[in-house]
């Protein structure tokens, strides 16, 4: 059984330059490469109609882990997430990304509603993790959607700051 969580982010530029760095091969570059003290890298990058695909793969520290789940692994998780941008219609996007743990039985995904309001957009987080281990599983889910949130309000805030110093690109 799979835990559910909501989480917003608040990024303090317009939908329109969100979008456009969600959009844009660079601003993922910069991501992966700041997300985690251990860089990660853009496996793959494709435009779409009005949007991207995005692969991922990341590097998830231990140290940025819930305690439960680093007492069961013994080094930084490695992490294929891949991100389906929508197009952007009346400030509004829709976003959805699924990931995969490697070596571990550990996955999660979720919907993410991109709003624009004025000079600000939320991220609205729709998220499932699912923790594979019997009787162990349901117990360490939420620790793990809670550093889940924890690592989408700090891709909130490298957002803003890419935006802010690529202001042509967004």
Do not use: C, E, F
């Given at each position: 059984m799979a835990t559910r969580s909501e989480n917003t982010v608040t990024i303090n530029q317009p939908a329109e330059k969100v979008h456009a760095a969600l959009t844009n091969a660079d601003y993922w570059a910069y991501n992966v490469a700041n997300l985690s003290p251990e860089a990660g890298e853009v496996a793959e990058f494709s435009a779409t109609d009005g949007g991207a695909?995005?692969?991922l793969f990341e590097v998830l520290p231990l140290e940025i882990l819930p305690e439960a789940?680093?007492?069961?692994?013994?080094?930084?998780?490695?992490?294929?997430?891949?991100?389906?941008?929508?197009?952007?219609?009346?400030?509004?996007?829709?976003?959805?990304?699924n990931a995969d743990v490697k070596g571990t039985p550990v996955d999660f995904s979720g919907d993410i509603t991109l709003t624009g309001e004025g000079e600000t957009t939320t991220l609205a987080y729709a998220n499932e993790v699912s923790v594979n281990i019997p009787f162990m599983g349901p117990a360490i889910e939420p620790k793990v959607a809670d550093a889940l949130g924890e690592l989408f309000n700090q891709e909130g805030e490298l957002t803003d700051t890419w935006i802010s110093e690529n202001p042509a690109n967004a």
């Open positions: 695909v995005v692969t789940v680093r007492a069961m692994i013994s080094q930084a998780l490695k992490v294929k997430r891949v991100v389906t941008v929508g197009p952007l219609t009346d400030g509004n996007a829709h976003i959805t990304y």
